[in-house]
T-cell receptor, first 117, second 117 residues
């Protein structure tokens, strides 16, 4: 989704449902992608990552899908729980071979996930 | 577990004051980063450091400086705080293989919410 002004895209789901959060990335040369979770008042936490030589990667209750053709990334959370309520954002690496800048990430603006009990 | 700590969770300063934000990581990571996070703008890189005494400007370095005298510590300095520097400041670190291969995953501290009056 797209953010409008100060408002994040929001996804509201019922507890127990599956959640899908989407992210469009910008750089076709990016070859590494990360999903972060940020709870209110806390720093971002690493959830899962994927390299561009993969289409799918699974973790515990989470799956990341990568579609390089349309530069799209998604995070699927199975059996969503109230503790999953947070802002989720994706990150991509900067173009490689750029010297000291080789370690940088570009972050999306995030999606607010709200889980209703 | 990687632990990144920041010296303060909340800080209130007056316009014109010199402000120091401290970040310490305990995992012997080579790379350290300072971001600010504002509603609607996401995470923006201020400065990063890929080695002791080394630094590179990020996307919004104006009004900030940094210091990295020891590997585990990265300080952000606001030379003369202004109200437009009111924000959430996040520190992060990442690892680099001895071979020079890049590990992109960044681990974040809890953040410092700075208010400049």
């Amino acid at each position: 989704g797209e953010s409008v002004g100060l408002h994040l895209p929001t996804l509201s789901v019922q507890e127990g449902d599956n959640s899908i959060i989407n992210c469009a990335y910008s750089n076709s040369a990016s070859d590494y992608f990360i999903w972060y979770k940020q709870e209110s008042g806390k720093g971002p936490q690493f959830i899962i990552d994927i390299r561009s030589n993969m289409d799918k990667r699974q973790g515990q209750r989470v799956t990341v899908l990568l579609n390089k053709t349309v530069k799209h990334l998604s995070l699927q959370i199975a059996a969503t729980q109230p503790g999953d309520s947070a802002v989720y954002f994706c990150a991509e690496n900067m173009a490689p071979n750029s010297g000291g800048s080789n370690y940088k990430l570009t972050f999306g603006k995030g999606t607010l996930l709200t889980v209703n009990p | 577990d990687v632990k990144v700590t920041q010296s303060s969770r909340y800080l209130v300063k007056r316009t014109g004051e010199k402000v120091f934000l401290e970040c310490v990581q305990d995992m012997d990571h080579e790379n350290m980063f300072w971001y600010r996070q504002d509603p609607g703008l996401g995470l923006r890189l201020i400065y990063f450091s890929y080695d002791v005494k080394m630094k590179e400007k990020g996307d919004i370095p104006e009004g900030y400086s940094v210091s990295r005298e020891k590997k585990e510590r990265f300080s952000l300095i606001l030379e003369s705080a202004s109200t437009n520097q009111t924000s959430m400041y996040l520190c992060a670190s990442s690892f680099r293989w001895a071979s020079g291969s890049v590990v992109y995953t960044q681990y974040f501290g809890p953040g410092t919410r700075l208010t400049v009056l």
